[in-house]
């Protein structure tokens, strides 16, 4: 079992729906990360998180240490979010290595 | 500032040749990562360094080479090229583990035929 889980893998929206992405993890950590990558593009970093809640624009990453949870919501989406959304964790006591889920493409629709 | 600068963005390689992927930064950064990115699945960390001289192996070493001279260059060396090593390869930096943020680098994709 990989130790960072995203749900869902795929997801279709239609323009100017809100979205939410989740990520679990089974390790103890320091950080959890919110990434994004287009297509054939680089990752730049969205959020870092190690407790409560981060907004940027129309992004909101929340995180809930007990339950070993986090979300990332897009409110009033737009195609130009079109993209694959990761979510990686530092590990507690690691040298700052991330462990990565294998993202969600996200597609929104005109 | 230029952040993280990964080249060549494109290469094909042969089978058994070798080649060296370089990575520089100017944010002064003490660590330094490498990751490949395969199809379908999550990013996976080559080799890291915290700091000039010091490198240390990740959960896919084999097949790779670093060295850390400068606090600005991580070079990876990849010598005897083996199509499992077609992938996309990203270096990655860190000012300070482990509340900072990551600066990535706009990756290398790499064909071995």
């Known amino acids: 079992k990989n130790e960072v889980e995203q749900s869902p893998q795929n997801l279709t929206a239609q323009e100017g729906e809100f979205i939410t992405i989740n990520c679990s993890y089974s390790?103890?950590?320091?950080?959890l990360h919110w990434l994004q990558q287009h297509p054939g593009g680089g990752i730049v970093s969205l959020f870092m998180?190690?407790?409560g809640k981060k907004k940027h624009g129309r992004l909101i990453a929340t995180i809930n240490i007990q339950e070993k949870h986090s979300s990332l919501h897009i409110t009033a989406s737009h195609p130009r979010d079109s993209a694959v959304y990761i979510c990686?964790?530092?590990?507690?006591?690691?040298?700052?290595?991330?462990?990565f889920g294998k993202g969600t493409k996200l597609s929104v629709k005109p | 500032n230029a952040g993280v600068t990964q080249t060549p963005k494109f290469r094909i390689l042969k089978i058994g040749q070798s080649m060296t992927l370089q990575c520089t930064q100017d944010?002064?950064?003490?660590?330094m990562y490498w990751y490949r990115q395969d199809p379908g699945m999550g990013l996976k960390l080559i080799y890291y360094s915290v700091g000039a001289g010091i490198t240390d192996k990740g959960e896919v070493p084999n097949g790779y080479n670093v060295s850390r001279s400068t606090t600005e260059d991580f070079p990876l060396r990849l010598e005897l090229a083996a199509p499992s090593q077609t992938s996309v390869y990203f270096c990655a930096s860190n000012r300070e583990t482990p509340n900072y943020g990551y600066t990535f680098g706009s990756g290398t994709r790499l064909t071995v035929v």
């Open positions: 990686a964790v530092t590990k507690g006591g690691s040298q700052g290595n991330l462990i």
């Open positions: 944010m002064n950064h003490n660590y």
């Open positions: 998180l190690s407790s």
């Open positions: 390790v103890g950590i320091s950080a």
